[in-house]
């Protein structure tokens, strides 16, 4: 498995392809009245300090599979939101995703020296099982903050110190995914 980065107009295009998809937007939430994500608002965050991306790719034969991402770093306060979306729906439940998020996230503490991650999941997402496996923290809830297909839904926010991650391996997700 590998975490390129968005450094490429293929790259961007695919990622941005999986980004305007209704089963992954729909549980994001990029901002202005849900603006659609191109490759060129891709390639935008992926030269910002305030945005990390990575495209991660197939542990068999490096397809790309995914995305996974922190926007609104604080270098100051040393935080970050993160957040990712599968592309290929067909290596669900295989831990690929989970893996890739784990390595991610040990790669934003260490190159970026951050204190704290952040994130939240739509209740009823099915990512929230990544996001607890991943060891974040539950924090809270927003109420009724998000709007998906007319209906208000609550956001679930976690979060994780440096301290407490722990990248998982390949083989402890085998057994849950």
Known sequence: MTLLPLDRPELL??????????????????GAGGQPVTPALLRIMAQRETHFLRVYTSPQDDAPLGITALNGIDRRSGSGWFWGAAGDKSFRNRGWGTLAASRFLTLAFRELGLHVIQTWVVDGNPSRRLVERLGFR????????????????????????????????????????
């Open 13 to 30: 295009a695919l990622a941005a392809g999986w980004l305007a998809r209704k089963e992954n937007v729909q549980w994001l939430d990029f």
């Open 138 to 177: 539950y924090v809270g809830r927003q109420r009724q903050c998000h709007l998906i297909d007319g209906r208000r839904r609550d956001r679930l926010v976690y979060d994780l110190l440096a301290g407490e991650h722990r990248e998982l391996e390949a083989s402890e997700l085998r057994a849950v995914a």
